[in-house]
T-cell receptor, first 112, second 115 residues
Framework: GESVGLHLPTLSVQEGDNSIINCAYS??????FIWYKQESGKGPQFIID?????DKRQGQRVTVLLNKTVKHLSLQIAATQPGDSAVYFC???????????FGKGTSLLVTP | SAVISQKPSRDICQRGTSLTIQCQVD?????MFWYRQQPGQSLTLIAT?????????ESGFVIDKFPISRPNLTFSTLTVSNMSPEDSSIYLC????????????FGPGTRLTVL
């Protein structure tokens, strides 16, 4: 079936550097994408979303880029901080519209 | 965004027993979902909880094993029935206001261990 996947299972960055987390999706009909952050022992926390009619969206220290040609999504975190250490999931809405299909997750570790 | 709470936050249960997990939202929401997150893995949708009607289950999940109730627009329960160690997971409730591109917000999760 259609799937969403991540290129790298773990990412280690130094505090202050920029982080880039990548995600590939296979369903060309997907029109909504979300990034979630999950800290240990907590539920996923919404970070930022993007609709398929956009290529880029910025939030506070985060930017999501969408390349529909190659079906690729990325999350950029500027000036990464220790509090950014978590697992990051990309997700897309399914063909049926409401439920989300989640990628495998990338563990981000920020070192001092 | 809605504030979502789940009870219990964690539990340790014996195989063969059942556990009911509650999800409470502080405002009325259109859509409520239940997900499972097995240890070290991603989230898998169990079902969509429909208000006033039977839940819609995903492939691999059945009502006898995971009965769901949704009596109103702010509350839902998920029961994990006749538990086995393979049911040890985090169970997560999520909500949205209804459109396909409406943001889904998640509760804190219920960490279940089955011995």
């Amino acid at each position: 079936g259609e799937s969403v996947g991540l290129h790298l299972p773990t990412l280690s960055v130094q505090e202050g550097d920029n982080s880039i987390i990548n995600c590939a999706y296979s369903n060309s009909a997907s029109d909504y994408f979300i990034w979630y952050k999950q800290e240990s022992g907590k539920g996923p926390q919404f970070i930022i979303d993007i609709r398929s009619n956009m290529d880029k969206r910025q939030g506070q220290r985060v930017t999501v880029l969408l390349n529909k040609t190659v079906k690729h999504l990325s999350l950029q975190i500027a000036a990464t901080q220790p509090g950014d250490s978590a697992v990051y999931f990309c997700a897309e809405n399914r063909d049926s519209g409401y439920a989300l299909n989640f990628g495998k997750g990338t563990s981000l570790l920020v070192t001092p | 965004s809605a504030v979502i709470s789940q009870k219990p936050s964690r539990d340790i249960c014996q195989r063969g027993t059942s556990l009911t997990i509650q999800c409470q939202v502080d405002s009325q929401v259109t859509m409520m979902f239940w997900y499972r997150q097995q240890p070290g893995q991603s989230l898998t949708l169990i079902a969509t909880a429909n208000q006033g009607s039977e839940a819609t289950y995903e492939s691999g999940f059945v009502i006898d094993k995971f009965p769901i109730s949704r009596p109103n627009l702010t509350f839902s329960t998920l029961t994990v029935s006749n538990m086995s160690p393979e049911d040890s997971s985090i169970y997560l409730c999520s909500v949205s206001q209804g459109g396909p591109t409406d943001t889904q917000y998640f509760g804190p999760g219920t960490r279940l261990t089955v011995l």
